[in-house]
T-cell receptor
């Protein structure tokens, strides 16, 4: 089945120790998104790629970076995780939106714990 | 940017009908989406309204009124498995149709 896969599902890191989260998709969608979701809050968009074009949300901290080496894979790098970065990180994909169509497909998420 | 408001909690009984409202203030608003998220799970797409009016998908319907900056999700014949968080999300006019999510409504369905 076509899907969005995130690895690892659970990640524990130490304060200040860089961490990379990965996302892959078999949907061949040209748009990929990274969201941060803290407990009992809404998903918050960090950035997205439209093909190879990177788009950063204005309030995404510089501590967060992303790479998309090809259509299928996207990575989220947190350079120096702080306690406030503990959250669920969700990857999502979509094909090019049309006027009447706009659906994002979410992966299962990676839950990040910062010690 | 966009901001969307929805009630934080709704409770209903099995078999009932419930409506979750969403009001928005936007710049660059293109359409309104609804997502369901069970505890510990990923958001899943329910519906998208680009035009004013009602969209129906099985037990779920969604409505949009651009003139009122208002939409709602209607859930009929509620089942226990419908207990979840429901998010409205505004889609931007950008090419990637980025989503800004409302704060979410926790729906509890009682037997």
């Amino acid at each position: 089945d076509a899907m969005v896969i995130q690895n690892p599902r659970y990640q524990v890191t130490q304060f200040g120790k860089p961490v990379t989260l990965s996302c892959s998709q078999t949907l061949n969608h040209n748009v990929m998104y990274w969201y941060q979701q803290k407990s009992s809050q809404a998903p918050k968009l960090l950035f997205h790629y439209y093909d190879k074009d990177f788009n950063n949300e204005a309030d995404t901290p510089d501590n967060f970076q992303s790479r998309r080496p090809n259509t299928s894979f996207c990575f989220l790098d947190i350079r120096s995780p702080g306690l406030g970065d503990a959250a669920m990180y969700l990857c999502a994909t979509s094909r090019e939106a049309s006027y009447s169509y706009n659906e994002q497909f979410f992966g299962p998420g990676t839950r990040l714990t910062v010690l | 940017g966009q901001s969307l408001e929805q009630p934080s909690e709704v409770t209903a009984v099995e078999g009932a009908i419930v409506q979750i409202n969403c009001t928005y203030q936007t710049s660059g608003f293109y359409g309104l989406s609804w997502y369901q998220q069970h505890d510990g799970g990923a958001p899943t797409f329910l519906s998208y309204n680009a035009l004013d009016g009602l969209e129906e998908t099985g037990r779920f319907s969604s409505f949009l009124s651009r003139s009122d900056s208002y939409g709602y999700l209607l859930l009929q014949e509620l089942q226990m498995k419908d207990s979840a968080s429901y998010f409205c999300a505004g889609a931007s006019s950008g090419s990637a149709r980025q989503l800004t999510f409302g704060s979410g409504t926790q729906l509890t369905v009682l037997p």
